[in-house]
């Protein structure tokens, strides 16, 4: 198979790689790393525009590919606006840590203690932690389309009965995040997106990351391209800002990489809240789910990083471990989370203690296998070229 091939060669590409020198982080070195994966990456997936970051040692470097529309021909720049997907539950996460921060909400309170319609229901056993790390009892992947708004929410999960015990089954949920968001906002007393510009977009320096894209940033605003090449964005949805919501650029995901890798720049409030977001709560095969971040021990083979983020992971119930005491990063560990719209693809990794980390946006949805594999390759190299912590 093609996709096959391609992770192969990705594979044998990592041990081909120059060996450190001390001028490995000159752009054009970094640029050759980062070509020699997405080059035929966006060749093979027919991908007509990519950005890429990465950091290393604190430092960014932009790697820009190809066309954001292929109608105007307007080329990638590291200020284009791309859907982010599911990366933006890290947004939705990061805000529900910041709320446990400032005393807002606890993460082990439930539902009903703030949605009097989930008070008593079989949902209402799972806490704010379960509904946030996916493990709240087999909610499903998706809204049915019986719900028609994001006011008859509520009334679907009281009458939601969960398939399983809470804690001891995960299954990913975009119902489930995006309800973890929307208690959030009620417990912060305000409208999920203005919360989320003004307690991270702001403090983080994220100046080009938006909800609702403003009518005076359209033009940066990229086309996605959907299996038959047709231009599409994403469309409103139950819970979109909380579950996938986001748009932004490689220029505020690669400082939002660098803000989890080094927080101690951050006043206490923001610090603990990105801390907090690294913390492991269960283990499912091959990955350990945080609230927002999924992570792997470092150094990870391909083959591990690849079963973290299967097919089997992302679409079906799985056995979950729960962490007693929570895994509070004991060891190197990569982070890691991908995101997809129906037009875009987006992935973003980091190893905190070899100072690197990779942001990967493209407006296409490809192969989530090959962002992996060719972020891996990235990322190994990378590790090499680093002066920070050696394993």
Same mark, same amino acid.
């Given at each position: 198979?093609?996709?096959?091939?391609?992770l192969?060669?990705?594979?044998?590409? #990592?041990?081909?790689l120059? =060996?450190?020198?001390?001028?490995?982080?000159?752009?054009a070195?970094?640029?050759?790393?980062?070509?020699?994966? =997405?080059?035929?990456?966006?060749?093979?997936?027919d991908?007509?525009g990519?950005?890429?970051?990465?950091?290393?040692? $604190?430092k960014?470097?932009?790697f820009?590919y190809?066309?954001?529309?292929?109608?105007?021909?307007?080329?990638?720049?590291?200020?284009?606006?791309? /859907? #982010?997907g599911?990366?933006?539950k #890290?947004?939705?996460? %990061?805000?529900?840590?910041?709320?446990?921060?400032?005393?807002?909400?606890?993460?082990?309170?439930h539902? $009903?203690?703030?949605?009097?319609?989930?008070?008593?229901?079989?949902l209402d056993?799972?806490?704010?932690?379960?509904?946030?790390t996916?493990?709240?009892?087999d909610?499903?992947?998706? @809204?049915?389309?019986?719900?028609?708004?994001?006011?008859? &929410?509520?009334t679907?999960?009281a009458q939601?009965?969960?398939?399983?015990?809470?804690g001891?089954? !995960?299954?990913?949920?975009?119902p489930? #995040?995006g309800? @973890?968001?929307h208690?959030?906002a009620?417990?912060m007393?305000?409208d999920?997106?203005d919360l989320?510009d003004?307690?991270?977009?702001g403090p983080?320096?994220l100046?080009?990351?938006?909800?609702d894209v403003p /009518?005076?940033?359209?033009?940066?605003?990229?086309?996605?391209?959907?299996?038959?090449?047709k231009?599409?964005?994403v469309?409103? $949805?139950?819970?979109?800002?909380?579950?996938y919501?986001?748009?932004?650029?490689?220029?505020?995901?690669?400082?939002?990489?660098?803000?989890?890798?080094?927080?101690?720049?951050?006043?206490?409030?923001?610090?603990?809240?990105?801390?907090?977001?690294q913390?492991?709560?269960?283990?499912?095969g091959e %990955?350990?789910?945080?609230?927002?971040?999924?992570?792997?021990?470092?150094?990870?083979t391909?083959? !591990?990083?690849?079963?973290g983020?299967?097919?089997?992971m &992302? %679409?079906?119930?799985? &056995?979950?471990?729960?962490?007693?005491?929570?895994?509070v990063r004991p060891?190197?560990?990569?982070?890691?989370?991908t995101g997809?719209?129906?037009g @875009?693809?987006?992935y973003?990794?980091?190893?905190?203690?070899?100072?690197?980390?990779?942001v %990967?946006?493209?407006n296409?949805?490809?192969?989530?296998?090959?962002r992996?594999?060719? &972020?891996?390759?990235?990322?190994?190299?990378?590790?090499?070229?680093?002066?920070?912590?050696?394993i």
């Amino acid at each position: 198979m093609k996709s096959a091939t391609r992770l192969t060669l990705i594979a044998a590409t #990592i041990c081909l790689l120059p =060996i450190a020198t001390a001028q490995a982080t000159d752009p054009a070195a970094v640029a050759e790393i980062v070509d020699r994966q =997405i080059k035929p990456l966006m060749e093979e997936y027919d991908i007509p525009g990519m950005s890429v970051a990465v950091t290393v040692d $604190g430092k960014a470097h932009f790697f820009n590919y190809g066309v954001a529309s292929l109608n105007t021909q307007m080329p990638v720049t590291e200020d284009t606006l791309f /859907e #982010i997907g599911s990366v933006s539950k #890290i947004f939705t996460s %990061m805000l529900g840590t910041y709320a446990e921060a400032v005393g807002n909400l606890s993460l082990s309170d439930h539902p $009903g203690d703030y949605l009097s319609a989930l008070a008593g229901s079989p949902l209402d056993r799972a806490t704010l932690l379960h509904l946030a790390t996916y493990t709240a009892g087999d909610l499903p992947l998706q @809204f049915p389309d019986t719900v028609a708004s994001n006011a008859e &929410a509520p009334t679907y999960f009281a009458q939601l009965e969960p398939g399983g015990a809470p804690g001891k089954q !995960r299954r990913y949920s975009n119902p489930s #995040i995006g309800l @973890f968001g929307h208690i959030t906002a009620l417990a912060m007393g305000g409208d999920f997106s203005d919360l989320v510009d003004e307690t991270l977009f702001g403090p983080l320096g994220l100046e080009s990351s938006f909800i609702d894209v403003p /009518e005076t940033e359209m033009e940066r605003y990229a086309w996605g391209y959907n299996s038959q090449e047709k231009p599409v964005r994403v469309n409103p $949805g139950i819970f979109d800002a909380e579950a996938y919501g986001v748009k932004s650029t490689a220029t505020d995901l690669i400082r939002l990489v660098q803000a989890h890798i080094q927080p101690d720049g951050f006043d206490e409030i923001m610090r603990q809240t990105i801390e907090a977001t690294q913390v492991g709560y269960f283990k499912i095969g091959e %990955m350990v789910q945080g609230i927002g971040w999924e992570h792997y021990p470092y150094p990870i083979t391909l083959d !591990r990083l690849l079963a973290g983020n299967s097919r089997t992971m &992302a %679409m079906e119930v799985n &056995a979950a471990t729960e962490l007693t005491p929570p895994l509070v990063r004991p060891e190197p560990t990569l982070f890691n989370k991908t995101g997809s719209t129906n037009g @875009f693809g987006a992935y973003v990794a980091f190893v905190p203690d070899q100072n690197v980390g990779v942001v %990967m946006l493209a407006n296409k949805n490809y192969f989530i296998p090959a962002r992996v594999a060719a &972020a891996h390759a990235i990322l190994t190299a990378l590790s090499d070229y680093s002066i920070g912590p050696k394993i």
